[in-house]
C-alpha cells in the first residue's frame, strides 16, 4: 500500500515538469511575455510563395511569416479496398446494425370488478440507422387465459425527421377466434414530444381496423416520471367473437408513475380507464366485457 | 428564467464524481507485464530525443473503486510525454500488445500522410502483436498530443501529450511548465456507451427541464413566459438541455490521470511564472476552465503562438490546446477548475508552493440552457441575451420549423431539407466569434473567445481559390451525425486540388457545438469580415454558428476530416479529403 501511494503522490506532484523547468530556466533573458518578439529568422522554413499578394489582409499582411512547412506526399499509398474494408480496417461503422428490446409493460393488475390479470406490451427491432425489422406484442392474461393479444412484424423505414413507415403483418390471438392483418403505419415523435403510433390494418372479409397510440413523459425530477398515455381502436366491422364493435371501438386512457433506478429499469404504479363502446355483451359464452373499467396496476419497465 | 439551480445529483455521487484519491495506474502498477520502458518509479513519464519506443497495452487501473482495463502506452494513462525539438527527425518505433489493430495519431503535427496514423486512409493500422515505425520531421513547435484513432481506444486511456520546443526558445518564457491534459475516463465499455446512446439518445443527460423547473420559472418569469418558452423548444422536438451526450453518470473527469479527489499538483514559488500547456484529451467533454484568483494570460491555441490575452476563463473543446501563463504572487495554493460543459462535474488540480497545499474548490455554476440564438442564429442580430431574446419571439417558430428557411440575403437559393439524416436547419446562422458559447454568456468573468485569438504570424496563404460550404448535420433523436446530411458511410471524399487553397465555411445546423478536425492541414481561421486570425487543428463550431477557415492543400495524401466528438464521428461526421 504505500508503495502504491508514493508511486501516486509522485504521479499528482508534477514529477513531469523537472526537466522542463530545468530548460526554461535558461530561458530567463527572453523577452517578457507580454512582448511578442518578431519572430522573422526562419532559416529554414519556406516562405508562402504568394505572400506578395496579400489581397485584402490589410491587418495581418504586416505580420511575420510563418514557419510552416508543407509535407512531403507519402512514401506509402494504401492499396484500393471495398467500403466493407475500408470500415473493417477504420472500426468504424456508421451504418451498423443494432438491436433493442423494450418491456414498456409488464405488469399485474386488478380491476375495481376484482378481476386480476396479467398485462405485457413489448417490442424489439433490429437494424440499422434506416431499416430496421420490428417485433411488438401486447396482450392481457386473465383467469380465463389469454385474452386479447397482438403480435405483429414490420418493416420500418426512416422517412423524415422524426417519423418512421412501418409495414407488415399483425395476429391477433386470445379470446375468440385468431385474426390476421396487414399492416401499414407510422411511428415517430409528434411536436411537443408526443410519442406516437398510428397503424391502419386490412384483414380477411373486408376487416378494417385503425390504432391510435400516444404517451408523453412528464418529469418530476430526473428520475420520477409520470407517462399519460391513451389508446384508440376502430373497427370497420362488428367482430362479436372477439368483442369487438365497429366504429370507436375502445379507448385506453393510461397513468404510470416510474421510478428509474437506471434508464434500463424502472418499477411504476398506474392506473387504466377503459371504455368500450357499442353492444358487445350479446354473445353467449364470452367472458363478461364492461363497458367501463378501472383497472390498478403495478409493473416494471424493462429494456435492454 | 435560463438559469437552473444545479442539480441534486451530485451529491450522492460525490465519489464517483470526484474519484479516489489513490487510483488509477498506480493501482494497477504491479501488474503491469510491459517492457522495460515502463517506468513504475515515474507514472508520469517523459520520453525525449529523436527516437521513441512505444508500446500500446493494457492496465488494470481503479478512479472509482472499481478496477477497470485501461488502454495505455508504456504503462502510462496519459501516454508519456513525449518531448521535440523543432526541426528533428524523429522516429516513433510502436508496438501494438492489444488483441486487436490500433493506432496513433499525433494530432495537429504537419507530416506525411502516411504518418498520420488514420487506419484505412494513412496506413493499415498497426495489427495485434505487430509494431509499425513512424518517421517524420517537425516543422513546428508548441503544444499537441497523440491519441488512437481506432474505435474507442481513444476513450479507454490512448492518449497522450506532446511537446515541441521552439528552435529559438519560447516566444513567451516561464520559470516553470507543466503539462494540464484532461479526459473524460469511464469505468463503463465505450460500445455500451454507443449503443445506449444509439437506443435513447439522452441516456446520459440528467438535467432534463422538470415540472418543478416549470413551476420555478411560471413564479419567476409568470406562467405565459414558462408555457411560451416550453411551447418553442417542444414543438421543435428540441432540448434546450442537451449540452452533452455523455455526462458524468459515465465519466470521472481526470487531470494527467489524477481524479478530483487525485488532485495533482503543480509546484513553484511565489511569483515565477508559469505555464500550463492545458490539453483536452477528452473523448466528448467540453470544459471551462479558470483559476479562481489568478488571470490567465493565453499565449497559444492548438500550438500556435498567439497574441498574448489575459482572461479569467476559457472553454476548450475537445482535442484543442491553449497554452496559458500564470504569476501566482502569493504563498498559497490555487485551484485549476475545468467544469465540464453540461455542469455535472469537474476535473481539478492544484498549483501550491508546497505538496500537499490546496484551495478552495468552487462550486458547480448553475446548469445553463441553450438559448434561442443557438437554435436559430443570427435572427437576433448579434445579440446573445437570454432575456432580450428568449421571450419575445411571437411567430418566430414558424421559421424554426424544420425545413421552413427564411428567405435572407445570406440564405442559399435552394431550400435546406431536413429528413432522417436532420432534425434541423439554421436558416441565418450567427458569424459572431466573440460568443464565448452556451454557459459562458454573461457570467461577470472575462472569458476567451475565438475573436480574441490573434496569430502572432502571417497565415500560410493570404490567397482563396474557392469557397466550399459544409453543413454540420444531425439527428439527435436518432443519434445521426454527418457532413451536409451524409453519413460517412454514404459520402464521396472532399477532393481539394494540391496547391489550391480553399476557403471552408462550416455552418452548424444542430444544437450541439463540434470540434471539427482536419488532418493534415491546418485551419486558418477567419473573423466573420474574412481577416485571417489564428491557424487551429480543431475549430469549435457553437451551434447555429457559421465559421470560415482557409486551407492550403499543400499535403498530398488521403486525410480524415470529422467532428472531435469520439461518439459523433463514429456515428458518421467524418469525411475523407483527398489532396491531388
Keep these: 500500500m504505500s508503495r502504491v501511494l508514493s508511486c501516486w503522490i509522485a504521479a499528482c506532484l508534477g514529477a513531469l515538469p523537472v526537466a522542463a523547468l530545468a530548460q526554461s530556466m535558461s530561458m530567463q533573458d527572453m523577452p517578457g511575455m507580454s512582448m511578442p518578439a518578431p519572430h522573422d529568422d526562419h532559416g529554414s522554413t519556406t516562405p508562402p510563395d504568394d505572400a506578395q499578394h496579400a489581397g485584402h489582409d490589410m491587418a495581418v499582411s504586416a505580420l511575420p511569416p510563418n514557419d510552416h512547412v508543407p509535407p512531403s506526399p507519402p512514401q506509402t499509398v494504401l492499396h484500393a479496398m471495398s467500403p466493407s474494408q475500408m470500415n473493417a480496417m477504420m472500426q468504424m461503422d456508421d451504418n451498423e446494425s443494432i438491436g433493442m428490446l423494450l418491456v414498456d409493460r409488464l405488469e399485474r393488475s386488478r380491476s375495481t370488478s376484482g378481476d386480476m390479470a396479467t398485462s405485457w406490451e413489448a417490442e424489439g427491432w433490429y437494424g440499422n440507422a434506416i431499416d430496421r425489422l420490428w417485433l411488438k406484442t401486447e396482450g392481457e392474461r386473465g383467469n380465463e387465459g389469454t385474452q386479447d393479444a397482438r403480435l405483429e412484424a414490420l418493416w420500418s423505414h426512416a422517412w423524415t425527421s422524426f417519423w418512421d413507415w412501418q409495414l407488415g403483418a399483425r395476429q391477433d390471438f386470445g379470446q375468440g377466434p385468431n385474426r390476421q392483418w396487414l399492416a401499414v403505419g407510422v411511428e415517430g415523435l409528434a411536436p411537443y414530444w408526443f410519442e406516437t403510433q398510428t397503424t391502419f390494418y386490412l384483414g380477411e372479409q373486408g376487416r378494417t381496423a385503425l390504432r391510435l397510440e400516444t404517451s408523453y413523459d412528464l418529469r418530476f425530477t430526473q428520475k420520477l416520471i409520470l407517462t399519460p398515455k391513451v389508446d384508440l381502436n376502430v373497427y370497420g366491422k362488428d367482430d362479436p367473437q372477439r368483442g369487438i364493435s365497429s366504429g370507436l371501438s375502445n379507448v385506453e386512457a393510461g397513468l404510470r408513475l416510474r421510478y428509474e433506478f437506471s434508464r434500463k429499469f424502472a418499477p411504476y404504479l398506474g392506473v387504466d380507464w377503459t371504455r368500450r363502446f357499442g353492444d358487445i355483451d350479446s354473445m353467449p359464452g364470452m367472458p363478461l366485457v364492461h363497458a367501463n373499467e378501472t383497472t390498478w396496476v403495478a409493473g416494471v419497465r424493462i429494456w435492454l | 428564467m435560463n438559469k437552473q439551480e444545479p442539480r441534486g445529483f451530485q451529491l450522492p455521487r460525490r465519489r464517483f464524481v470526484q474519484g479516489l484519491a489513490l487510483g488509477g495506474v498506480a493501482a494497477g502498477l504491479g501488474l503491469w507485464r510491459g517492457n522495460a520502458m515502463a517506468q513504475a518509479s515515474t507514472p508520469r513519464a517523459e520520453l525525449r530525443g529523436n527516437h521513441f519506443e512505444l508500446e500500446i497495452g493494457e492496465l488494470p487501473v481503479d478512479f472509482t473503486g472499481r478496477k477497470r482495463i485501461a488502454t495505455v502506452v508504456n504503462g502510462?494513462?496519459?501516454?508519456?510525454?513525449?518531448?521535440?525539438?523543432?526541426?528533428?527527425?524523429?522516429?516513433?518505433?510502436?508496438?501494438?500488445?492489444?488483441?486487436?489493430?490500433?493506432?496513433?495519431?499525433?494530432?495537429?503535427?504537419?507530416?506525411?500522410?502516411?504518418?498520420?496514423?488514420?487506419?484505412?486512409?494513412?496506413?493499415?493500422?498497426?495489427?495485434?502483436?505487430g509494431e509499425y515505425t513512424y518517421r517524420f520531421t517537425v516543422n513546428q513547435s508548441g503544444t499537441y498530443w497523440y491519441h488512437s484513432h481506432s474505435r474507442f481506444q481513444e476513450q479507454t486511456g490512448l492518449l497522450g501529450p506532446i511537446v515541441v520546443e521552439p528552435r529559438d526558445g519560447e516566444r513567451y518564457p516561464a520559470d516553470r511548465d507543466y503539462v494540464v491534459m484532461l479526459n473524460d475516463w469511464t469505468d463503463l465499455d465505450p460500445e455500451t456507451i454507443y449503443a445506449n446512446l444509439k437506443k435513447q439518445s439522452d441516456y446520459y443527460n440528467v438535467g432534463k427541464r422538470t415540472v418543478g423547473d416549470f413551476m420555478h420559472d411560471t413564479h419567476r418569469a409568470g406562467i405565459a413566459k414558462a408555457l411560451d418558452d416550453r411551447r418553442m423548444w417542444n414543438q421543435m422536438r428540441m432540448d434546450p438541455t442537451d449540452l452533452a451526450d455523455v455526462s458524468s453518470v459515465a465519466y470521472t473527469y481526470l487531470t494527467n490521470g489524477c481524479t478530483p479527489a487525485g488532485n495533482w499538483t503543480g509546484l513553484f514559488n511565489a511569483g515565477e511564472k508559469v505555464q500550463l500547456r492545458f490539453i483536452n484529451g477528452s473523448s466528448m467533454t467540453f470544459f471551462d476552465v479558470r483559476i479562481p484568483g489568478l488571470k490567465m494570460t493565453v499565449v497559444a491555441a492548438d500550438g500556435q503562438a498567439i497574441e498574448p490575452v489575459s482572461v479569467d476563463e476559457f472553454r476548450i473543446g475537445t482535442a484543442e490546446t491553449y497554452d496559458v501563463i500564470v504569476q501566482p504572487s502569493a504563498d498559497r495554493a490555487w485551484t485549476i477548475f475545468a467544469q465540464s460543459m453540461d455542469r455535472t462535474g469537474y476535473a481539478r488540480a492544484t498549483l501550491a508552493p508546497r505538496a500537499g497545499m490546496t484551495a478552495d474548490v468552487p462550486p458547480l455554476d448553475p446548469r445553463p440552457l441553450l438559448s434561442m440564438g443557438d437554435m436559430m442564429g443570427a435572427m437576433d442580430h448579434g445579440s446573445m441575451d437570454h432575456h432580450a431574446m428568449g421571450h419575445d419571439m411571437s411567430g418566430m417558430d414558424m421559421m424554426a420549423m424544420p425545413g421552413m428557411a427564411m428567405p435572407h440575403a445570406n440564405a442559399p437559393a435552394e431550400p435546406l431539407?431536413?429528413?432522417?439524416e436532420v432534425d434541423m436547419r439554421v436558416a441565418t446562422p450567427r458569424g459572431n466569434l466573440d460568443d464565448p458559447g452556451v454557459g459562458l454568456r454573461d457570467n461577470g468573468r472575462r472569458v476567451l473567445t475565438y475573436a480574441d485569438l490573434h496569430a502572432v504570424d502571417a497565415p500560410i496563404s493570404p490567397q482563396v481559390d474557392r469557397e466550399m460550404t459544409l453543413r454540420l448535420t444531425g439527428n439527435m433523436e436518432r443519434y445521426l451525425w454527418s457532413f451536409d446530411g451524409t453519413r460517412y458511410s454514404g459520402a464521396e471524399p472532399l477532393r481539394l486540388r494540391y496547391g489550391e487553397h480553399v476557403r471552408i465555411v462550416l455552418v452548424n445546423d444542430t444544437m450541439m457545438t463540434h470540434p471539427i478536425h482536419l488532418h493534415g492541414m491546418w485551419s486558418e481561421l477567419e473573423s466573420p469580415d474574412g481577416t485571417f486570425q489564428v491557424r487551429k487543428h480543431t475549430v469549435m463550431v457553437q451551434p447555429a454558428q457559421r465559421v470560415a477557415y482557409r486551407v492550403s492543400a499543400d499535403a498530398m495524401g488521403r486525410w480524415a476530416y470529422h467532428c472531435h466528438l469520439l461518439y459523433h464521428m463514429e456515428a458518421g461526421m467524418f469525411r475523407e479529403v483527398v489532396v491531388a
Design chain 2, 76 to 129: 502510462q494513462l496519459p501516454a508519456p510525454l513525449l518531448r521535440w525539438r523543432q526541426g528533428d527527425t524523429v522516429s516513433l518505433r510502436v508496438r501494438n500488445r492489444l488483441k486487436v489493430t490500433s493506432s496513433i495519431h499525433w494530432h495537429g503535427i504537419v507530416l506525411p500522410a502516411d504518418m498520420d496514423g488514420v487506419p484505412g486512409l494513412s496506413f493499415e493500422g498497426i495489427p495485434a502483436g
Design chain 2, 417 to 420: 431539407k431536413t429528413g432522417p
